[in-house]
């Protein structure tokens, strides 16, 4: 695809700039809730389609992987028939097929509208940042991304609490049903206020650059998805899937330099804050959406917390990132970018490095001071990198910036989920044959220190003793995860002062 400037519009003359920022929020916050806001009503789908564990889990594949391969091609299709065009289909398209997914009889019929709610989905959260870039001038476009940011981030983290309460007091359609009255608010606001952009129809579509790159993130995200199940590279498909994903991303990065008119332009990969801003995103999803993998199942399945308790005990991070990003937007005007990154980054960390120090006894006061720090930091981080990564880039590839920038924040979320889910289960079991290995009649201490309930000589006192392991090696194991996170995050440090400080008043 040759890339060629898009008419964009002036940001002094868009009128109802509040009514298009409401719009394109709520379809933001439609389609970054459908990232997670189904995983808690997974149990209750699997009962009604009398599907087994791995068969439920295409509900999720099936959108991710959907959602991913589609991601970059709204670049053309904005330059090729209109950014406002577009935006309107593909939010319509994302509410009829949520519908159609909480009307679903049958397992094949709620994959195959999940896989198109994907593809309907993929431009949303892209073309949300690129209108708001768009209509906002220079010096308020860090008030913008915050506004943008807030349904970007919350919409994940808010997800399991929505649908565990959805799921508890109503039904799993619902958590599908409720996008309804949000995707036609969006639509009206959308069709009324969000201005179009030219469309340029003499570009050719790259139609060998977009299949390598879809090959390639197809493959990428099923071998990061199912490689748990699958038992990583003991299983044929996922070393195929492993071989696929590197040779059709080579292929396509060689096309991407020899082609006259490629898919993705390389020309905007010269910017470094573009370049390095991609690279930061990457590292937040990979500990985001990690982060709230993990915290689920600790407090289910180790704290024994119900579904809805686990939905409000998860709400004060989406709270912390709310005021934050509330706060971050006049503070950008006032402090360097590049010190509000640090001070999030920091916050993050010290988070994580509590979360690594729980035990079985945490009360919720723990749960909420450790997620309201952590979501306040991600604010400070979310809106100015949001900021600092368009800030130099030529306005002509905004609207391929912006679908990258979603992409690498979303291969570093499934990266990431991959990581904490397959180290979580080796480090359990690692960690109980340590325990248990110390656990025998000859050890003084099981003798004569140790409850009598706990009995090496009957069946009841040895299931009991196993039980109690292996809850100590699961939440040793769940600990390991939150401090690779914790370093995950600190690896994201140095790169700050990697950023040209610009005032954001001077971008063009």
Request: glycine share 8%.
């Amino acid at each position: 695809m040759s890339v060629v400037p898009t008419s964009t519009v002036q940001p002094a003359r868009v009128a109802h700039r509040g009514l298009i920022t409401v719009a394109v929020m709520l379809a933001t916050v439609m389609q970054t809730l459908d990232t997670t806001i189904a995983n808690v009503a997974l149990p209750y789908m699997q009962g009604s389609m009398a599907a087994t564990q791995d068969q439920i889990s295409w509900v999720l594949t099936s959108y991710i992987v959907a959602a991913a391969i589609c991601t970059p091609l709204n670049g053309f299709l904005v330059n090729r028939f209109g950014r406002k065009r577009v935006f309107f289909w593909e939010v319509l398209g994302f509410t009829c097929v949520s519908v159609l997914c909480g009307v679903a009889q049958s397992l094949p019929e709620i994959v195959t509208f999940r896989i198109l709610q994907g593809i309907f989905g993929a431009g949303l959260v892209p073309l949300s940042q690129a209108i708001q870039l768009d209509v906002y001038e220079p010096k308020e476009r860090g008030q913008a991304m915050a506004i943008w940011g807030i349904g970007v981030m919350v919409g994940p983290i808010l997800g399991p609490t929505l649908g565990g309460y959805l799921t508890e007091f109503y039904n799993w359609r619902w958590v599908f049903f409720i996008n309804l009255p949000v995707g036609i608010l969006a639509l009206v606001g959308i069709w009324l206020f969000v201005p179009e952009t030219k469309p340029n129809k003499t570009i050719r579509f790259d139609g060998l650059g977009f299949g390598l790159l879809a090959i390639a993130i197809g493959a990428l995200q099923m071998f990061l998805d199912r490689g748990e199940s699958k038992d990583w590279f003991t299983s044929t498909e996922i070393i195929l899937e492993g071989i696929c994903a590197v040779l059709f991303i080579y292929l396509f990065i060689v096309h991407m330099f020899t082609h006259k008119a490629p898919f993705i332009h390389p020309a905007m990969f010269k910017d470094r804050n573009f370049c390095i801003g991609l690279l930061l995103i990457f590292i937040l999803g990979v500990m985001l959406l990690s982060t709230v993998a993990l915290l689920s199942p600790f407090l289910e399945n180790l704290l024994g917390y119900p579904v809805l308790a686990t939905g409000f005990a998860m709400a004060p991070r989406g709270l912390g990132t709310m005021l934050s990003m509330s706060l971050v937007g006049h503070l950008m005007r006032r402090f360097d970018l590049r010190t509000l990154l640090a001070v999030g980054l920091l916050m993050m960390v010290e988070s994580l490095w509590e979360m690594s120090l729980f035990d079985l006894n945490i009360t919720f006061i723990d749960l909420f001071r450790t997620g309201f720090i952590q979501g306040f930091g991600m604010g400070f981080v979310f809106v100015p990198l949001s900021t600092m990564t368009f800030m130099t880039l030529d306005q002509k590839y905004r609207n391929e910036g912006t679908a990258m920038y979603s992409l690498l924040r979303n291969i570093g979320s499934s990266i990431g989920i991959s990581i904490v889910v397959t180290l979580l289960s080796q480090n359990t079991q690692v960690f109980h044959s340590i325990l248990a290995e110390n656990t025998n009649g000859f050890n003084a201490i099981w003798l004569h220190q140790l409850p009598t309930l706990w009995d090496l000589r009957s069946a009841s006192g040895l299931a009991l003793l196993n039980k109690t392991i292996t809850q100590q090696a699961s939440l040793i194991a769940y600990l390991r995860d939150f401090r690779l996170m914790m370093f995950v995050t600190l690896l994201a440090l140095p790169l700050i002062f990697l950023l040209r400080k610009r005032n954001p008043a001077m971008t063009h």
